[in-house]
Each structure stands twice: as C-alpha cells, then as structure tokens.
Nanobody, 122 residues
C-alpha cells in the first residue's frame, strides 16, 4: 500500500514560480530514486527530473536551469521548484519513485502519484 501524493500545482503567469511536493507513505523498506514526469494534452508523458538516493540530480534539457529537484530523506518527500515558467510547461506533473517493499528482497518497484495540474497562462 505504498502511496505517492503530489501537491502544489496551480495556475501561474509566464515567468512565475511554483513549488511541487510529493510524499511517499506506506509499507516501504527503502526509497531509491525519486523524480517527476509531466504530460501535456496530446503529448506523451515525458521525463522532467530525477534525484537518486545519493542526491545526484538530472534534468531534461527543456527545464535545465529553471527547475530544481530536491528531497527530504527524513520526510520521504521530493520537491520540484519551478522558476521562470513558460506556457509550454503546462501539463499534469506526476511524481514517481523506485521503492523496495518485500522483506528479504532488493527488487525495486516503480510507483506513481495521481498527478497535479500546472497551468502557465497569462
């Protein structure tokens, strides 16, 4: 019963900022990488950013320099700070995480949140 819940989405003008958060909860052994994807209408879901369990950060070229991913290990959360937002950033943003849940196994399962809407419009 691992669950990921996103928060922080909303409507913002171009050039504005939003901060998305995602909390993982439930019966977990270890959380490995955490990240964000997004899906705009009529487009496939695309990867946005990832942060490893060691804190290594990676970004898609489209958001590099504008978005910052971080995590709080104690709270099992991952955050996406979005600055200098553009209309093309409009999408549903999904949180995901690789998590081990079976005792005695190191197998990781990919979990996803329900998504939060981000709309950038004037």
């Amino acid at each position: 019963q691992v669950q990921l819940v996103e928060s922080g989405g909303g409507l913002v003008q171009p050039g504005g900022s939003l901060r998305l958060s995602c909390e993982a909860s439930g019966s977990m052994l270890s959380i490995y990488s955490m990240g964000w994807h997004r899906q705009a209408p009529g487009k496939p879901r695309e990867w946005v950013a990832t942060i490893s369990n060691f804190g290594k950060m990676n970004y898609a070229d489209s958001v590099d320099g504008r978005f910052t991913i971080s995590r709080d290990y104690a709270k099992n959360t991952v955050t996406l700070q979005m600055d200098s937002l553009k209309p093309e950033d409009t999408a549903v943003y999904y949180c995901n995480a690789d998590i081990s849940v079976v005792p005695g196994s190191t197998v990781r399962y990919d979990y996803w949140g329900q998504g939060t809407q981000v709309t950038v419009s004037s």
